[in-house]
């Protein structure tokens, strides 16, 4: 059982995942530090695709008004588990 | 259902050549649309068209400019494909739910005046635009807001007065001859992404529009042909069991099922679907069984009626010799599981389908898939006489046959009609430059946005020929595309349909398109195919050298000293 904050494994790789199919290419050391800030590639088109993607692959639904702080890997997962244990 | 982790993958997989361009307009965010749209338009460019890695490329507009982004497309010169969907908000924003505004009394009345005011500014884009390029439209799908008039049970006279605004600017732009695309089933609108991203769709909602676009822009090539059994297919009963008076189609005989199989056989029929039969049975009572009157088919279109004793699969080779098409062109159904396994194994190529004749649900099942295999968007009238003309042909060549060709060709009393026209689209000359195999100058396929683009050009020369004789009309048969260029004119594509050959109809055409261009010389982009041998047949007959692939050129001369007796009368118009 994990303890609530400590990102699950198979979450991270899940994630990853979603990050690989929309940001081909960058290798995962990069993506899982990856931020709107230091990925030129992450604009606003990317970011919708990225969490709408990420909410179909885990069956989630990110809270509205979320969209526009989930700007981070880091970000994403601890909203992502935060949801999965919802 | 695609998901949309599916969509991303195949959109974002390499591509190679020039890409499947398209403009998608809309006055909302793409998003998602754009992605499964690209995606869908990979696929059918692969698994239909034969070009796996071909790419599309999706040109969009500005957010919240559905008319701007629409003449934006429209001044672009080049006569792309273009997808226009429309949302309430393109009508009036107050129709979505994202904008605020105060809820007057008269609102109704303000946003109906004010979508009517934008429908007639976009209608005549978009009819304009049906004219010269491949237009398809979507429809808006998302619910009107909450605050509408009326019980819960009742549709508003808004939404009423709208749905039928919108109605009637869809058929006025759908007769201008823009695709308008059927409403996908399922839930449209997702308000959650609506308010936090401008999409509108669900996903699910946005993969099946996306398909549907794809399928309007890229159809499925349409079977040409379909073969039926008789027996507890067309008709309830064993013909050498019961006699020709007695086999069954009626509701009162319990044998509808076959009668429906017999009206929906006489719609593709009117289609221009060639129907043939393939029967176990002897000639005579298949022939007085097709007499009866009461038939809900027209049994004349029937051809042909190969009837006998031996293998299904060899009497369907038989019907696809007859009408010059490939096997795989062709579907077959029979309610007998061992007629069917024999046809799939010795032609695997052959879509065959099991006649559920005692299970009327299944049938209408049957007759849904049959319909999807057989849809094309538009029909011509090539398309209604093609089994007449197939018929003529048939006669024709056991004429050719059977007595002295040259008497058989100067009896025919031909005559061969040149149209240079050619500025305007013609769906038949486009289907004969992308089908006609044997009588074809190269092999060339045209995309229809790039046929346009070269009607579209005054310098260029397009030549559509059309015939008739004794044995009747034929339509539409070949067509000629070439530019003139310092006298000569460089011919770059040149097909005739196989229905027309040995009537001398191609020196016809040469010798009309000299008149016609006052050309001193027709250069011949000629390229060998593995099929085109009746067009090699006849070069060789003109030049003194033929190469697999090249430019040839042919001077005037050489062609009058060349030619044949011609017979038929030729216009040129």
């Not at chain 2, 993958?9 to 998608?24: M, W």
């Not at chain 2, 969907?85 to 009394?105: A, F, K, M, S």
């Not at chain 2, 993969?207 to 399928?215: N, R, T, V």
Request: aromatic share 8%; net charge negative; charged share 20%.
């Amino acid at each position: 059982m994990l303890e609530k904050d400590t990102p699950d494994p198979s979450l991270t790789e899940r994630l990853l995942e979603c990050f690989r199919v929309v940001f081909p290419g960058v290798p995962d050391e990069e993506l899982i530090r990856a931020s709107v800030t230091s990925m030129g590639k992450w604009d606003s088109v990317a970011h919708v695709t990225l969490v709408s993607l990420i909410e179909e692959q885990l069956g989630i639904q990110f809270p509205l008004g979320s969209y526009a702080e989930l700007t981070s890997f880091p970000a994403l997962r601890d909203e992502a588990m935060k949801s999965l244990s919802r | 259902m695609m998901t949309l982790k599916e969509a991303l993958l195949i959109a974002a997989r390499p591509v190679e050549g020039r890409p499947y361009r398209i403009c998608l307009c809309c006055g909302f965010e793409p998003l998602h649309l754009n992605t499964f749209l690209k995606a869908h338009l990979q696929l059918r460019l692969d698994k239909i068209y034969g070009e796996p890695g071909r790419g599309a490329d999706i040109s969009t507009g500005l957010f919240g400019d559905l008319r701007g982004n629409l003449q934006r497309a429209m001044e672009n010169a080049d006569t792309l494909p273009l997808a226009a969907v429309i949302d309430w908000t393109d009508l009036d924003p107050r129709l979505g739910l994202r904008e605020g505004y105060p809820v007057g009394r008269d609102l109704e009345s303000v946003i109906l005046s004010e979508a009517s005011t934008r429908l007639a500014g976009l209608e005549p884009l978009l009819t304009g635009a049906a004219g010269y390029r491949q237009l398809v439209i979507a429809l808006p799908s998302s619910p009107l807001p909450p605050w509408l008039l009326g019980l819960p049970e009742q549709s508003s006279i808004l939404a009423l007065e709208l749905a039928a605004l919108v109605s009637s600017f869809a058929a006025r732009c759908a007769r201008a001859g823009a695709l308008v695309a059927a409403a996908p089933p399922g839930v449209a609108y997702d308000v959650r992404a609506h308010l936090s991203t401008g999409f509108p769709f669900a996903i699910s909602y946005a993969d099946l529009l996306a398909e549907a676009i794809a399928a309007l822009l890229l159809p499925n090539i349409p079977k040409k042909g379909l073969v039926v059994d008789l027996d507890d297919t067309l008709w309830k009963g064993v013909l050498g069991d019961e006699g020709p008076a007695n086999v069954q189609w009626s509701l009162e005989e319990n044998a509808r099922v076959h009668g429906l199989f017999q009206q929906f056989i006489g719609g593709l029929q009117n289609q221009g679907v060639l129907v043939g039969i393939a029967s176990k049975n002897d000639p005579q009572p298949v022939a007085d069984a097709l007499a009866r009157p009461d038939l809900l088919l027209s049994s004349e279109a029937l051809f042909p009626i190969d009837t006998g004793w031996g293998p299904k699969s060899e009497a369907i080779c038989r019907i696809a010799s007859i009408w010059n098409i490939d096997p795989g062109a062709i579907v077959f159904v029979d309610d007998t599981p061992l007629e069917l396994a024999e046809v799939q194994l010795a032609l695997p190529h052959v879509e065959s389908h099991l006649f559920p004749s005692t299970d009327p649900v299944k049938a209408l099942e049957l007759m849904r898939t049959l319909r999807t295999r057989f849809a094309r968007e538009n029909v011509s009238d090539e398309d209604r006489m093609r089994s007449e003309t197939i018929r003529r042909a048939s006669e024709f060549q056991r004429s050719i046959g059977s007595s002295d060709p040259e008497g058989l060709i100067s009896g025919l009393e031909g005559e061969v009609s040149l149209m240079f026209t050619g500025r305007s689209y013609d769906a038949r000359a486009f289907e004969l430059l992308n089908k006609t195999n044997q009588f074809n100058l190269n092999g060339r396929r045209w995309e229809e946005s790039e046929f346009r683009r070269f009607l579209a050009a005054p310098s260029n020369v397009v030549c559509v020929c059309s015939y008739t004789d004794r044995f009747g009309p034929l339509g539409k048969i070949a067509v000629a595309l070439g530019s003139l260029d310092n006298g000569i004119l460089q011919l770059r594509s040149w097909v005739l349909s196989c229905r027309a050959f040995s009537r001398r109809i191609e020196y016809s055409m040469i010798k009309g398109l000299f008149s016609y261009t006052n050309a001193v010389a027709i250069e011949f982009f000629w390229q060998s195919t593995p099929k085109n041998r009746p067009m090699r047949d006849f070069l060789r007959g003109l030049l003194t050298q033929l190469p697999e692939a090249g430019s040839l050129r042919l001077n005037r001369g050489d062609f009058e000293q060349h030619c044949p007796v011609l017979y038929a009368a030729c216009r040129v118009g």
